[in-house]
């Protein structure tokens, strides 16, 4: 996809019809987002600024229960799939279709955590300083601290939350399921080279100047996040929902 030519192509095909043809993409980045990818690609017009965005929003409490109660889940099974996808609908379809057939719940958790790390791998390296800030701020309090919207990652919040990445609790803001938290933590442990500034590179949040947040960031870095192994981890996490 990431060739002018195709690009060039694309738009002209939905766009010099007469209406003759609809195509529906997805994508895992918003419409602004791709835009900042593929604009510079070409050099003629924008090629998706003919595009109509729709979000897939996270799904209301009422709009989760009733389509899992309506696939044949039993309430303790509702609740093992709300613990490994919140309501995020792309993880929820996943570990949903992996707990059917088969009824095993430590399955259902890893197939969550393989579409998690696919989604979050791919997005991570085009998420703002601020998005990246926002994510790591709320792996590491667990909604337990007060909420940064106050500060410079307001907008990154937002976003995130509106996108089901992120989860308002506690007065504060928390990943927003199992499978977010234990990719989370596998970034942190894996991207530790031995001192702070090298930690923050990985991570790619070098080029974060706020310095309340960056002493923040340090205070984090000092907790040293254990690698969760994973099978233990997820019995330990997942007890007493089954």
């Given at each position: 996809?990431?060739?002018?030519?195709?690009?060039?192509?694309?738009?002209?095909?939905?766009?010099?019809?007469?209406?003759?043809?609809?195509?529906?993409?997805?994508s895992?980045?918003?419409?602004?987002?791709?835009?900042?990818y593929?604009?510079?690609?070409?050099?003629?017009?924008?090629?998706f600024?003919?595009?109509?965005?729709?979000?897939?929003?996270?799904?209301?409490?009422?709009?989760?229960?009733?389509?899992?109660?309506?696939?044949?889940?039993?309430?303790?099974?509702?609740?093992?799939?709300?613990?490994?996808?919140g309501?995020?609908?792309?993880?929820?379809?996943a570990?949903a279709?992996?707990?059917?057939?088969?009824?095993?719940?430590?399955?259902?958790?890893?197939?969550?955590?393989d579409?998690?790390?696919?989604?979050?791998?791919?997005?991570?390296?085009?998420?703002?300083?601020?998005?990246?800030?926002?994510f790591v701020?709320?792996?590491?309090?667990?909604?337990?601290?007060?909420?940064?919207?106050?500060?410079?990652?307001?907008?990154?919040?937002?976003?995130?939350?509106e996108?089901?990445?992120?989860?308002?609790?506690k007065?504060?803001?928390?990943?927003?399921?199992?499978?977010?938290?234990i990719?989370?933590?596998?970034?942190?442990?894996?991207?530790?080279?031995?001192?702070?500034?090298g930690?923050?590179?990985?991570?790619?949040?070098?080029?974060?100047?706020?310095p309340?947040?960056?002493g923040?960031?340090e205070?984090?870095y000092?907790?040293?996040l254990?690698?969760p192994?994973?099978?233990?981890?997820?019995?330990?996490?997942?007890?007493?929902?089954?």
């Amino acid at each position: 996809m990431g060739s002018a030519s195709f690009l060039g192509a694309f738009r002209n095909l939905i766009s010099n019809h007469n209406h003759a043809i609809s195509v529906v993409t997805a994508s895992r980045l918003s419409l602004e987002e791709l835009g900042a990818y593929a604009n510079p690609l070409c050099a003629g017009s924008p090629p998706f600024n003919t595009m109509n965005e729709e979000r897939l929003e996270p799904f209301l409490e009422e709009e989760r229960e009733f389509l899992l109660a309506r696939g044949g889940f039993s309430p303790p099974e509702q609740r093992l799939l709300h613990r490994i996808a919140g309501h995020h609908p792309a993880l929820l379809g996943a570990a949903a279709a992996e707990l059917h057939p088969r009824r095993h719940p430590l399955a259902a958790a890893r197939k969550g955590l393989d579409v998690a790390a696919q989604s979050l791998s791919a997005l991570w390296p085009r998420w703002t300083v601020q998005q990246k800030t926002a994510f790591v701020w709320a792996g590491f309090t667990a909604g337990e601290a007060p909420d940064p919207s106050g500060t410079a990652l307001a907008s990154a919040v937002g976003g995130l939350v509106e996108r089901g990445y992120l989860q308002r609790h506690k007065g504060g803001v928390a990943l927003a399921n199992l499978s977010f938290d234990i990719w989370f933590r596998r970034k942190v442990v894996e991207a530790d080279s031995g001192d702070f500034v090298g930690w923050l590179a990985a991570l790619e949040l070098g080029g974060l100047s706020d310095p309340r947040l960056r002493g923040q960031l340090e205070r984090f870095y000092q907790q040293k996040l254990p690698h969760p192994d994973l099978a233990p981890y997820l019995e330990t996490q997942l007890r007493g929902v089954l």
